[in-house]
């Protein structure tokens, strides 16, 4: 079964509580894993593939400031005044791998695999054109990635750790909301 784009959803949380859904102003958003890879031959003719891992980021280019965003007052915060410290840069990003578009949990709970991770969110400019006050960001991974279980009920997650985590430190985190308008 092909999956439709809109099953893969993204939420940024500066707390684990309030989440606010990405990509209301793009019609394309995906999180570069940057990959170290290079390909190496030997004097034999032998050919290797040497992969040094990952340096993911998400660009957030097209963010639009809604003052309803639970995100809202941490990206106009570390914008405006150009903050740059963990404690006020440290946000969590939640991944969801859904069985369907995340629209369709406006009429029902829909599920799937999740991934929690603690982040770096980082402005890149502020202003932008007549559509709206942009403050784009982009997204670093901070470490602490954990798989588990997500169910969205109105666009809303919970996430619940499981399968392949490393580290126990993220309990069951149920959203309570953000930004819901279409």
Do not use: C
């Amino acid at each position: 079964m092909k999956l439709p784009r809109e099953a893969y959803a993204m939420w940024l949380s500066f707390d684990k509580e309030n989440w606010t859904i990405l990509g209301k102003d793009t019609d394309s958003m995906e999180y570069g894993l940057n990959p170290d890879v290079s390909t190496e031959k030997n004097v034999i003719g032998e050919t290797t593939v040497v992969h040094n891992g990952f340096a993911p980021e998400l660009s957030v280019d097209t963010y639009r400031a809604r003052t309803e965003d639970a995100i809202y007052k941490n990206i106009l915060d570390i914008a405006m005044n150009r903050k740059s410290d963990e404690e006020s840069t440290g946000a969590y990003l939640l991944e969801a791998v859904l069985d369907e578009s995340v629209d369709n949990s406006k009429t029902k709970t829909l599920t799937g695999k999740g991934w929690m991770e603690e982040v770096v969110v980082i402005p890149q400019s502020t202003g932008g054109d007549l559509s709206g006050f942009g403050i784009p960001f982009n997204i670093n991974p901070n470490g602490g990635r954990i798989e588990g279980t997500v169910s969205v009920a109105n666009k809303i997650p919970t996430f619940t750790p499981g399968g392949n985590t490393s580290e126990a430190s993220f309990q069951s985190v149920k959203g309570s909301g953000g930004s819901l308008s279409d």
